[in-house]
């Protein structure tokens, strides 16, 4: 993604582009994060709850309540970025 220009209100309120808030999967009313650190403002969706459950010897964390799908976008960049750290396989 490429960076877009945007601009803050004399209220404060900054307009995340559209391009931007698709690729984020980023909904009117999620509730947000946001945080300076270094410096640079970070947003990002706030972190589902969970619990942990046993499943056999592995330990599962399963969302605590409605978990939101991921968009196909986001699917893809994470198999492709496995993919690549693996060094091509599987």
Do not use: F
């Not at 220009?5 to 404060?12: E, M, V």
């Not at 410096?39 to 589902?48: F, L």
């Not at 969302?63 to 196909?72: D, F, I, K, N, S």
């Amino acid at each position: 993604m490429y960076a877009m220009r945007t601009t803050i209100d004399s209220a404060g309120r900054l307009v995340i582009p559209s391009p931007v808030r698709r690729e984020a999967g980023l909904k009117p009313g999620m509730p947000l994060d946001v945080r300076c650190r270094d410096g640079v403002v970070e947003i990002e969706p706030e972190p589902i709850a969970v619990r942990l459950v046993r499943q056999g010897r592995l330990l599962v964390a399963v969302p605590a309540g409605r978990a939101p799908t991921l968009p196909e976008t986001v699917v893809e960049r994470t198999r492709r970025s496995l993919r690549e750290e693996r060094g091509g396989r599987g």
